[in-house]
């Protein structure tokens, strides 16, 4: 899941000063779940927004803000409120905000920061635990990412700043990945697999920009 959260309304007034008439585009799946762009929000966004004098053109609640053709068809079905609107106001993560770029000539204009792809643990709490770097090392280190859950984003570890609690150095209300990595791969009789160098990552499979184009096989998947 993205985790998003609302920029300041002075933030967001401060980057649509210049429009009168705004349309509000949300996103039904992350950031509903963050409670920062949801049906709840966008609603409470019209007000503020109403309060501080804008013309509210209408709003949608996109299921995935960030797919290209959902916000398309949105759009083209609210056509008539689009025409109107001077600006449009995305209350989804930044590949929301570029999906509505990518299906109008009106400006966009983010109402959310972004900020990593984070695991669920409970309602409204979120554990970031991959940080989609193209090249996972998880099935070495047993399911724990030392390149997310280490500051130090140390392939090979512990550093010499763990405590004797196994307390991070950089955090010391987290505990050690590296130190969770060994007590996992204890418990399995595994331990000398730690022995094992991990090599230096291939960063050029996290290279910005990226595109993926499946390709579906019948019968013959590779």
Known sequence: MIIT?????SAIIETITGYKNIFITGC???ATLCKSGGEEEVAQMEADLKAKGFHIT????????????LTKRAYRELSSNIKKSDAILVMACGAG??????ATDIPVIPALDTLFLG???????FEQYCS???????ATTDG??????????LLNGPCGGVDNDGMCEVDRSRKCAWIEIYEALKKRGQVDRMKNIIPPKDHS????????DVKVRKGNAE
Do not use: W, Y
């Not at 959260?5 to 309304?9: A, D, Y």
């Not at 669920?120 to 709490?125: A, E, H, I, P, Y």
């Not at 989609?132 to 998880?138: A, E």
């Open 5 to 9: 959260k609302q920029k300041p309304i």
């Open 58 to 69: 209408g709003s949608t609640v996109i299921d995935e803000a960030c797919h290209v053709l």
């Open 205 to 212: 499979k996290g290279s910005h920009p990226s595109s993926l």
């Open 144 to 153: 724990i990412c030392p390149v997310t859950r280490c500051p130090k984003g």
């Open 119 to 125: 695991n669920t643990m409970r309602f409204g709490v």
């Open 28 to 30: 039904g799946s992350c």
């Open 97 to 102: 905000v570029q999906a509505s770029r990518l």
């Open 132 to 138: 989609m770097c193209g090249d996972c090392v998880l």
